[in-house]
């Protein structure tokens, strides 16, 4: 009786032990931390959706070089709970373009980044994503080549891809907060990083000197781009440095970036895509 007993509280405990195993959260969002057990379990069967951080190494002002790579990850963190996404590692080397001759900058040639985005993105589909959202933090020629081959690869693979250059898109955040435009490496990226990490923005080394506005008709061009801050608007959108601002702006971001997303997944859905 007591060995029959005691037998089954042990398949009782070990039976707990098993499914309570199974039925806990997932240990990161993030693919290069997470076990290849783990993401088996979770990856189509629960999680459908990936993040990819997407930049480049290029002078931001006062800010790190990396901020094109620092801000959609830090998105991403903020948004994966929310999506119920994975974050894949962030592609830190882009297509620079004319600020590719300042110190610590990295210039990937077209080719080369369209083969290799290329690739990323049927990974990402052979893994059994269905929607890849692609979180850009630079611009220039990057964006053409990422909105092509992500259409491509969606059409070929019948995946789902939306490609999202946050500081464009927010831009409306941008004059709700500010009440100005922004700029490259200007009021409103420069707040985006001071609020992931006010470490990363030296604004000691600040000089209003250090801004050009960008020229609307194209009339003129420079390579390398006379400054390392470039401003949308002449005379709008030089750093302020104001934390609270910050904290607001990067909230507002990411806010309206999540609903871009959920809205647009919603509609895939909605259509049987």
């Given at each position: 009786?007591?060995?029959?007993?005691?037998?089954?509280?042990?398949?009782?405990?070990?039976f707990f032990k098993i499914t309570g195993a199974l039925a806990q959260d997932l240990s990161t969002r993030e693919m290069d931390r997470i076990n290849w057990m783990e993401f088996s379990e979770f990856v189509p069967e629960k999680i459908t959706t990936v993040l990819l951080p997407t930049g480049t190494l290029e002078p931001h002002g006062v800010i790190n070089n990396g901020a094109d790579n620092t801000a959609p990850f830090a998105m991403a963190n903020e948004l994966a709970d929310e999506l119920n996404a994975l974050i894949a590692p962030t592609l830190n080397y882009g297509m620079t373009g004319s600020m590719a001759n300042y110190p610590g900058a990295f210039e990937i040639s077209e080719e080369a980044y369209s083969l290799f985005i290329r690739d990323i993105l049927k990974g990402l589909a052979k893994n059994e994503f269905k929607n890849i959202?692609?979180?850009?933090?630079?611009?220039?020629?990057?964006t053409a080549v990422l909105q092509k081959i992500a259409a491509e690869v969606a059409n070929e693979l019948g995946v789902r891809t939306l490609v999202i250059n946050w500081w464009s898109y927010a831009s409306d955040v941008t004059l709700e907060v500010f009440k100005e435009d922004g700029g490259h490496a200007g009021?409103?990226?420069?707040?985006?990083?001071?609020?992931?990490?006010?470490?990363?923005?030296?604004?000691?080394?600040?000089?209003?000197?250090?801004?050009?506005?960008?020229?609307?008709?194209?009339?003129?061009?420079?390579?390398?781009?006379?400054?390392?801050?470039g401003l949308y608007q002449e005379g709008q959108g030089y750093p302020n440095f104001d934390q609270a601002q910050a904290e607001e702006y990067f909230q507002k971001v990411n806010e309206k970036v999540l609903k871009l997303i959920q809205d647009t997944i919603a509609k895939w859905d909605l259509a049987g895509l």
């Open positions: 009786m007591k060995s029959t007993l005691l037998r089954s509280i042990v398949l009782l405990t070990f959202i692609i979180l850009n933090g630079h611009g220039g020629g990057q009021l409103n990226e420069t707040a985006y990083i001071q609020a992931i990490d006010p470490t990363l923005v030296q604004k000691e080394r600040y000089q209003d000197n250090q801004a050009t506005a960008y020229p609307k008709d194209k009339s003129w061009s420079a390579v390398p781009f006379p400054s390392a801050i």
